[in-house]
């Protein structure tokens, strides 16, 4: 078993790197490029070093065709249509909750794929919840996404994408982004990384990497990798379960890398980081929502830093469970705080609307949207 810390460190160190993409054309992926990558590209074009600046300033404003850089000169368009590609986000439907406000998106991408993605609205200001992934290799019972399978991995400008169209289609400003919707972040690891350095950067959309929160079911070793970056977000971990039988049964990564390992994984991130691990956990009725698993995962946790997020689980199709009681969820987070385990319940936001990432994309491709 591994403890907390003993993983050696050459299994820590980051392993490979961010590859650029190419379309079927084999055109760049130039939204996904840092501004030092940028420059090269333009300058094996024969063109100066400002002008990489002033394209890197224009995919960063949100153009979505290289014709809208106007202070561009025409020959060096011609070049980057023939060489490169501008990722675009298209809105293909919308759902917007006559509850709360919530807005539930489908994206179209470039290559016709679709992916989810949600506009919440906090007293903190408002947060979108994004898709890194077209389907998930995970197969947890609970999730939507993961019933239509994996189709590819989303590129760091399709990521960027989502947030640029939400925010332009609501008129907002989003400060909080959750990479919680479709695929597994992990899984995607290094289109990730690549895009949390983007987005967070002062000539990107500037969103301060404590504002970003990204949701794990659990790739440990990615989980000791994202720990070297020492990046600051908040590591959220899909746990739903207080024990391998029980988690390995809805979530079938638990079968490579069981509980112990993950929890090791995750202290030493805790310790690491510095920064409070945040372990969702769908409260299913007769499930995993009795007092005895309360107890048990009040012991597992006690001592770390963390906290755990109780989410009545939402009703999927093809599945027969039900969210737990009122009663059963503040039982439940009693029995937590005994153990000095904070929990809270959240709030359910969309549920007219499906706001569950992979419950609209089945239902537009089952009726024949693709």
């Known amino acids: 078993m591994v403890q907390s810390g003993e993983m050696s460190k050459s299994k820590i ?44 300033d224009w995919i960063n404003k949100g153009v979505e065709n290289f014709d809208e850089m106007t202070n561009i000169p025409r020959s060096l368009i011609e070049e980057l249509k023939k060489k490169c590609y501008i990722s675009v986000a298209h809105i ?44 998930c290799k995970m197969g947890c019972t609970f999730c939507a996404t993961g019933k239509g399978g994996f189709t590819r991995n989303l590129t760091p400008s399709e990521m960027i994408c989502q947030i640029e169209k939400a925010q332009k289609d609501s008129e907002i400003r989003i400060s909080n982004i959750v990479l919680m919707g479709m695929g597994e972040p992990l899984d ?14 002062d000539n990107g959309l500037n969103i301060g990497v404590r504002h970003i929160s990204l949701s794990t ?7 000791y990798e994202l720990s070297e970056y020492n990046f600051g977000l908040t590591l959220s971990v899909s746990l739903h379960a207080p024990n391998n039988i029980l988690r390995s049964n809805t979530m079938p990564v638990n079968k490579k ?34 007092d005895e698993c309360a107890h048990e995962l009040g012991k597992k946790l006690k001592g770390m830093l963390c906290h755990v997020n109780l989410i009545p689980v939402n009703n999927v199709v093809e599945t027969d469970y039900r969210k737990s009681s009122k009663d059963r969820l503040e039982s ?39």
């Open 217 to 223: 079911c659990g790739l440990v070793p990615r989980i």
């Open 257 to 290: 890398y069981p509980i112990e390992e993950l929890l090791a994984a995750c202290r030493y991130y805790a310790e690491k980081t510095k920064r409070r691990i945040s372990f969702e956990y769908a409260m299913i009725s007769n499930v995993n929502d009795m």
């Open 332 to 370: 439940f987070v009693k029995i937590l705080e005994k153990y000095s385990v904070t929990a809270t319940i959240r709030r359910t936001l969309g549920s007219d609307i499906d706001a569950s990432c992979g419950q609209l994309r089945g239902k537009h491709i089952s009726k024949g949207g693709v």
């Open 13 to 56: 160190q980051p392993s490979g790197c961010f590859e650029p993409a190419y379309d079927g054309d084999g055109r760049l992926d130039i939204k996904s490029l840092n501004q030092e990558e940028i420059t090269k590209q333009i300058l094996a074009m024969g063109q100066q070093k400002f002008r990489a600046k002033q394209v890197f």
């Open 92 to 135: 293909e439907k919308k759902q917007v909750s006559l509850y709360d406000g919530t807005v539930k998106y489908l994206f179209k991408m470039n290559d016709g794929e679709y992916v989810e993605s949600v506009l919440m609205k906090y007293h903190h200001g408002y947060s979108l919840c994004i898709s890194t992934q077209v389907g």
């Open 188 to 201: 995607n690891f290094y289109n990730v990384v690549r895009f949390i350095q983007l987005v967070t950067s």
